[in-house]
């Protein structure tokens, strides 16, 4: 195991790893841009190192100053958290070639998985069911004219290197495709510097149910159950879930058996979730693989009582899972919330001064928290402040000890979306277990709408 | 004579408009980014942009000016 590790991340995520670490003996190494300098997770750490201004380009996507940290502080592995720099292969290979560990799967698995149409081709390959589309680019609106229409409309247009929904647009009809392509070309290519284009069949009233798994340096892959993340707003999910609700448990064991099939064919290692679009007969489509731990990680922790960064922590270091799929029992079902610096009802940002925060305590409750009193939200990194996670013996406890700790959780001094979150989990429609990702649009937003 | 204000705090993502020119009411006339989010900002009234006060790149606090117009 290793004595010291360097966070490249922020906020709640480089607290939950610093948590781990100093459970198992490990000292940490945080950093931070100077908007940052008075953050929990910079007081945490064992030491801390300033790698820039305030923008991201300028910090925490900064290579040479992050490998400078981990160098000075003889710091023997990386862990990348979620978002930044944990799916970028220039950085895994880099943490690679400096003779450190990159906490996370090979340079090469990251760079397949970052192509959307080249992973469509490998999953197919690999037995894995994928939506009916192209596996290869599409050139121009003349070709994607042809090629929607052999696979009929509605499809969805989506570029390859996409993320976060940018790139990616429904169309129903030859004359919404050709005023569509182009423009979501050019945006790809200036989000992300590839306007690779494709197309694949629309899917109606999807469920988004994602499969963990861990997979050793030995060969081994365990299936870590699902979840269900099916509550989204801008194409960002909100509420969380595990086990889901909706699926039967003979789909269940479909999906764990396709998602050690997907990690096992590209010789994937460390903690991964294979995310898949589901619909309403059951039938499971690979939509992406996040080769990275998931903002939502702590639900699977809930209900299989494992903690994933210990998990991460020693098959990067080259030890062998101790379990097999068998031995991971699921008990109970819990739910994550993330709560948002931004209004309830626009979704706009509302950055500032977080005059006091009080959270609720209890049992079966969980938080993970980026903030505290007195913190200053600043515009400059991702609006997700904390999340409440809460644990129930089964899903309606966990529903209604969410419900309780919602009403009494405080943040004084910004807007949150606490409001809209409480709303969606006393609905009744959320209360059934049927969420698919229309329901903000369907179910949220018409009624905040009205009665405002 | 009216000042476009940024409603929240970002960086100047894209500049829409270039001074002399006309802009209707309601007309998007800078993007700010901030949390990560594009925030359209848009000229409440009609008229001739004088001057484009804000550039691409700029940091700017909530209510700052951002582009004049008359």
Not at chain 1, 406 to 419: A, D, F, H, S, W
Not at chain 2, 41 to 66: H, M, P, Q, S, W
């Amino acid at each position: 195991m290793f004595n010291k590790i360097l966070i490249a991340n922020r906020g709640e995520i480089a607290r939950r790893v610093i948590r781990t670490c100093k459970r198992l003996g490990i000292e940490t190494v945080a950093v931070y841009s100077e908007a940052d300098a008075n953050s929990p997770h910079v007081r945490e750490a064992t030491e801390s190192y300033c790698i820039g201004k305030p923008p991201v380009l300028h910090s925490y996507l900064n290579i040479d100053a992050i490998i400078g940290a981990a160098k000075e502080s003889k710091a023997e592995a990386i862990h990348p958290g979620y978002g930044l720099l944990s799916e970028n292969a220039a950085f895994a290979k880099r943490v690679e070639q400096e003779g450190l560990v990159f906490i996370g799967p090979s340079s090469q698995v990251i760079e397949s998985m970052g192509s959307k149409l080249e992973a469509r081709k490998i999953m197919e390959e690999a037995g894995v069911p994928i939506v009916q589309g192209v596996n290869d680019p599409i050139a121009n609106t003349d070709e994607a004219a042809v090629i929607a229409e052999q696979i009929g409309y509605p499809v969805m247009l989506k570029a390859s290197a996409g993320g976060g929904g940018i790139g990616m647009q429904l169309v129903h009809n030859e004359a919404e495709l050709r005023k569509a392509f182009e423009g979501n070309q050019k945006r790809a290519q200036s989000f992300f510097g590839d306007g690779t284009m494709f197309i694949e069949k629309f899917i109606a009233e999807p469920h988004h149910v994602e499969v963990q798994v861990l997979a050793d340096t030995h060969g081994h892959v365990v299936p870590i159950y699902e979840r269900e993340c099916s509550i989204q707003r801008r194409n960002q999910k909100v509420v969380e879930e595990a086990p889901s609700p909706f699926i039967s448990d003979e789909t269940r064991t479909r999906m764990l058996d396709a998602a050690v099939n997907a990690a096992s064919s590209i010789g994937y290692t460390n903690a991964g979730t294979i995310e898949f679009l589901v619909d309403k007969d059951q039938n499971f489509y690979f939509l992406e693989m996040n080769t990275r731990l998931q903002v939502e990680h702590p639900v699977t922790e809930e209900i299989t009582g494992l903690d994933l960064v210990e998990q991460q922590l020693l098959v990067a270091s080259g030890e062998k899972l101790a379990f097999t799929r068998e031995d991971i029992v699921k008990r109970g079902h819990a739910i994550e919330v993330r709560i948002y610096a931004e209004d309830p009802i626009t979704f706009f940002p509302s950055p500032g001064h977080i005059k006091h925060l009080s959270v609720p305590e209890g049992e079966g409750i969980r938080h993970e928290l980026a903030v505290e009193s007195g913190s200053d939200v600043t515009p400059f990194y991702d609006p997700m402040i904390a999340k409440l996670v809460v644990f129930g013996h089964d899903r309606s406890e966990a529903c209604e000890r969410l419900a309780q700790a919602l009403r009494e959780y405080k943040v004084e001094g910004i807007k949150t979306n606490i409001p809209m979150l409480l709303d969606i989990v006393t609905d009744e429609v959320f209360l059934s277990g049927d969420t698919n990702t229309k329901f903000v649009e369907e179910y949220y937003l018409p009624k905040v709408t009205v009665s405002k | 004579m009216t000042i476009v204000k940024a409603s929240m705090a970002g960086t100047v993502w894209k500049v829409l408009v270039q001074e002399g020119q006309e802009v209707a009411a309601g007309e998007d006339v800078v993007i700010l980014e901030s949390m990560k989010m594009e925030i359209p900002i848009a000229a409440e009234e009609a008229g001739t942009v004088k001057r484009v006060i804000a550039a691409e790149g700029d940091f700017i606090n909530v209510d700052d000016d951002l582009v004049e117009i008359e």
